[in-house]
């Protein structure tokens, strides 16, 4: 029955960029950005109710109320692409740091570099940290959020990595705050299997952290450790029980 549902969900999934990239990539260029966003958010609206309805998937967020209403950074645990796809309409307009190979793919790459995201070449490290601090503050002083997966890869499920502050810098030197996220989407929607799994998929949105007075690492820790926290709340594969949190100076 899963695999059906997964054939069935793929259909969709690949058609819908067909039709999106037919229907609104020759127009969005002509919206505005918040215009633009709500136009090529509704491709991430639809597989988010598609995933949901074929793959017997049910979604329980928390904490929605707590996102500010000015620009932050939201600093999320990555386990696939359901994540990537979600925070784009939890609270758009929002740039996400990405690596840059995604702009080059066909029909959705275009449409990724028309929401003014942040393409690293990952292959320069020195670089892209400079480029995340200088283009993230510009665009959080454009009223945009910052969408970063401070892990810096996916991780699967009951797997940890170490967190890189990049993130935490930008809201410190940008003066906004940092919404951490939690969510167990890789249980559902495995990084390295086509097949999905039917289940509960959680999110937890937290408090704002402030960062006004504070040093990165400061705020990467008490991010760290609340996504940590939340994980081994919501997760069902369980979390490495002798782990610490590590502060990392890479992109993330």
């Not at 969900?9 to 918040?34: D, E, K, M, T, W």
């Not at 215009?35 to 329980?60: D, P, Q």
């Not at 307009?93 to 080059?104: F, G, I």
């Not at 997966?149 to 906004?176: H, L, M, W």
Request: hydrophobic share 45%; with cysteine.
């Amino acid at each position: 029955m899963n695999v059906l549902r997964s054939l069935l969900f793929y259909f969709g999934y690949f058609f819908a960029i067909l039709v999106c990239g037919v229907l609104f990539l020759p127009i969005a260029p002509l919206l505005g950005l918040s215009a633009r966003y709500r136009l090529l958010n509704l491709y991430n609206h639809f597989i988010t109710a598609w995933f949901r309805w074929t793959c017997g998937v049910t979604y329980r967020v928390r904490g929605r109320e707590r996102l500010p209403a000015g620009p932050c950074v939201i600093l999320a645990n990555h386990q696939c692409e359901w994540e990537t796809l979600f925070l784009q309409i939890l609270k758009p307009p929002v740039c996400t740091v990405l690596k840059q190979e995604l702009l080059r793919i066909p029909i959705f790459g275009w449409g990724l570099r028309l929401l003014h995201p942040i393409g690293l070449d990952r292959s320069k490290p020195a670089r892209a940290m400079r480029q995340v601090l200088s283009q993230g503050v510009a665009r959080l002083q454009e009223g945009l959020s910052v969408l970063i997966f401070p892990e810096g890869t996916r991780v699967d499920p009951g797997q940890r990595r170490r967190y890189n502050k990049s993130g935490a810098v930008i809201a410190c030197r940008a003066g906004v705050p940092v919404v951490p996220v939690a969510h167990n989407a890789g249980e559902r929607w495995p990084g390295r299997q086509w097949v999905k799994n039917p289940g509960v998929l959680n999110v937890v949105v937290g408090e704002p952290i402030a960062t006004e007075g504070r040093t990165p690492e400061e705020v990467l820790v008490e991010v760290e450790a609340w996504i940590e926290a939340r994980l081994a709340e919501i997760s069902e594969v369980p979390r490495p029980a002798d782990a610490k949190p590590a502060v990392g100076a890479g992109v993330g």
